[in-house]
């Protein structure tokens, strides 16, 4: 049924405004009727940050913000779902229009600025769902006009623990101006030692919620170097590689909606992302997992992210151009993969072609 709907409706969606198209695809899912999963290759398990994903593609934050539709995603076929990113108070963010669609290219620029119905709504709606099951992830943020931003995920851990199975600190989207600002030297030593104490104060009544941090494509590898000690010495349970790019690719096809402010997302970010993602691996020894994301529109760029070092990947606009058929492909793919090298699971191609990767040219 979803297949029909889906298969009607995109092309519908194409002609709306980027926006509207993503409020109405939310709204399906409010209300399309979604067959409960299949169960998934056994070979597609993954355990991560001590949580045990069915399968290892998920779709990423910024899809479903106020956590509306997570069992509808998850009844699709993702082995978790990221919803936000969520503020502590309702925002409306930037201006519209701020979604703009990059077809040729098959890329996104967004730069929403965290709208939000704020942490109290969201708060609710995971509530009212938390006997299903499932792996969700709450990304958190801060609010734009914040006096103490550190502040603002704190209380969200305090306040989303006993409902979220991991959380992700959203310090690296482009367009809360300053926010990128957070993964700088003392004020991200100062961010990741208040939110791990926060998560360690919070295991006491919810038991153990894993916080991870989200990091830009856009960091120089020196910056990348301080931000990986920083995580380690701090004992963060995992970061994700990473969010938009604020870099223009001098061969985008759309070189004019491409001078739209704000981060790059979909098939643009694939190269740059993923080289990100080897570099972090590498940097990070084993330390904890990585969450890979960034232009991944198959079962080879999805393999390609955990060959780069990435246990688990997330998806998000690449299904504006591929739809929700991408995600059963990339777990076929990968399933397959695994009974043609003949392993047992995903764990022995993590980080497989990590060091070859960061001796490369620098993608353009």
Avoid at 63 to 82: N, Q, S, T
Avoid at 134 to 160: C, H, L, P, T, W
Wanted: aromatic share 6%; hydrophobic share 45%; proline share 6%.
């Amino acid at each position: 049924m979803i297949g029909l709907f889906e298969a009607l409706s995109r092309p519908l969606l194409r002609q709306l405004d980027a926006e509207d198209a993503h409020g109405l695809a939310i709204l399906g899912l409010r209300f399309a009727p979604i067959l409960p999963r299949a169960r998934d290759d056994a070979s597609l398990a993954v355990r991560a940050f001590g949580l045990n994903f069915p399968n290892p593609v998920g779709m990423a934050a910024g899809f479903d913000k106020h956590g509306e539709v997570p069992d509808a995603l998850l009844r699709l076929g993702f082995g978790f779902v990221e919803v936000g990113t969520v503020t502590p108070l309702p925002q409306p963010g930037n201006p519209r229009p701020r979604l703009f669609r990059l077809p040729p290219d098959e890329g996104v620029i967004n730069r929403l600025g965290f709208n939000s119905e704020g942490a109290k709504a969201v708060l609710r709606r995971l509530a009212a769902r938390a006997d299903r099951g499932g792996i969700i992830g709450v990304n958190v943020g801060a609010n734009k006009d914040s006096a103490d931003r550190i502040d603002d995920y704190v209380r969200q851990i305090e306040m989303f623990a006993p409902v979220a199975s991991y959380f992700t600190c959203n310090i690296s989207s482009p367009n809360t101006p300053g926010l990128r600002d957070l993964q700088q030297g003392s004020v991200f030593d100062e961010l990741t030692a208040r939110v791990v104490e926060a998560r360690e104060r919070v295991s006491l009544k919810a038991g153990a919620t894993p916080v991870l941090i989200k990091i830009a494509p856009d960091l120089t590898l020196n910056q990348l170097d301080e931000v990986v000690a920083i995580a380690r010495r701090r004992k963060v349970d995992g970061m994700i590689v990473g969010n938009t790019t604020v870099l223009r690719p001098g061969w985008l096809k759309d070189q004019e909606t491409a001078k739209e402010t704000g981060g790059l997302s979909g098939r643009p970010l694939f190269a740059l992302s993923t080289r990100m993602l080897a570099e972090t691996y590498v940097r990070v020894e084993s330390a904890f997992p990585l969450i890979g994301t960034g232009g991944i529109e198959s079962g080879e760029t999805a393999l390609a992210k955990i060959r780069a070092g990435a246990c688990l990947v997330q998806v998000y606009s690449s299904l504006v151009f591929h739809g929700l058929a991408m995600i059963g492909e990339i777990k076929s793919f990968l399933a397959d993969e695994m009974r043609r090298v003949g392993h047992a699971g995903l764990d022995d191609l993590v980080g497989a072609d990590a060091a070859a990767m960061t001796a490369e040219e620098w993608p353009e």
